[in-house]
């Protein structure tokens, strides 16, 4: 059986990850500072070092095929560029850049041949609304991290990232939001599940930013 490890394995997409995981016959274990339903859960803090080093511990995996840092702060670290404190930018950095060296790190050894990393970040680090600039920095991070890994850890590991666009379980969205997206819908948890799947099977594929957003950054927009 194939194991993962889940990073923000109680959040959004990190839930849709490892259920689709499970239903394909792997065993997955969830690190989170909040617990889900799904898997193995192991109470982590990804930008604390000795927090995942004793995840490992706790988990006591002596081997690894997929690792999927999805974990990390969101739109709590939005915020005027003038008001921003240290401590938010370092949370924010911690959580999704640092925790992803960290995990990644971590997770080198227990990976087998022909094993995956994939990176999870997100548009916001090729397109910006501003007050995301502190998150957006984290996840352009996350990229570049990513395709040096890729370098660096191939063959034996595959390095990859995704790049999400407007994820939601909300069914009442206006027909305006829907109709931003060339594909005529909002992207649902359920399509970044299906992307990390692929990309943890793809063998030929490594280095690679999968932008995964509906068409949405494609699309160019004028007012009028």
Partial sequence: MKRAI??????LIGQAICSRLLQDGWEVASFDL????LGIQIHCDLSSEASIIDAFHKLGWDRLDLLVNNGGMVFDTF??????SLEKWNSTIGSHLTGAFLMSRAAQPLLATGGSIIMMASTRALMSEGVDFAYAAAKGGMVALGQALAVQ???KIR????APGWITDETNLSDAAEA???VGRVGRPEDIAEAVLYLASAGFVTGQ???VDGGMTKKMIYTE
């Fill in 180 to 182: 931003q997206h060339p």
């Fill in 6 to 11: 889940v990073t923000g394995g109680s959040g």
């Fill in 34 to 37: 909040k617990e889900g339903k």
């Fill in 209 to 211: 930013t999968l932008v």
């Fill in 153 to 155: 850890l191939g063959p």
């Fill in 159 to 162: 390095v990859n990232t995704i």
């Fill in 79 to 84: 915020m005027q560029f003038s008001e921003a």
